[in-house]
Nanobody
Framework: QVQLVESGGGLVQAGGSLRLSCAASERTYRTYAMGWFRQRLGHDREFVAAINRVDGITRYADPAKGRFTISRDNAKNTVFLQMNSLKPEDTAAYYC????????????????WGQGTQVTVSS
């Protein structure tokens, strides 16, 4: 069983930046992709970004394109989400996820969820 621990959330001003980190508890060949979802107040959880472990292929939701960058450190079983030019509408609980591929994560097929870390962007 994979445990995911997120960190890096907090309160920032609009236009600011945060870097989220997610550490997985173990290395396994079954862990093909990692990524991030978020849930804004009053909304369903939505896909944000994902990255394949082996080839580094990335996928982004439209609101994240050009502002967020997902990356990974495979040696440390860690995935990052660099968030720049943050907007109030980015305020959400952000969840680290594991899935079989970026494509399946894009389709909300998630194998493991982290506990979430809160990001709040003030105007």
């Amino acid at each position: 069983q994979v445990q995911l621990v997120e960190s890096g959330g907090g309160l920032v001003q609009a236009g600011g930046s945060l870097r989220l980190s997610c550490a997985a508890s173990e290395r396994t060949y079954r862990t093909y992709a990692m990524g991030w979802f978020r849930q804004r107040l009053g909304h369903d959880r939505e896909f944000v970004a994902a990255i394949n472990r082996v080839d580094g292929i990335t996928r982004y939701a439209d609101p994240a394109k050009g502002r967020f960058t997902i990356s990974r450190d495979n040696a440390k079983n860690t995935v990052f989400l660099q968030m720049n030019s943050l907007k109030p509408e980015d305020t959400a609980a952000y969840y680290c996820v594991v899935g079989s591929s970026t494509s399946t994560l894009l389709n909300s097929e998630v194998t493991y969820w982290g506990q979430g870390t809160q990001v709040t962007v003030s105007s």
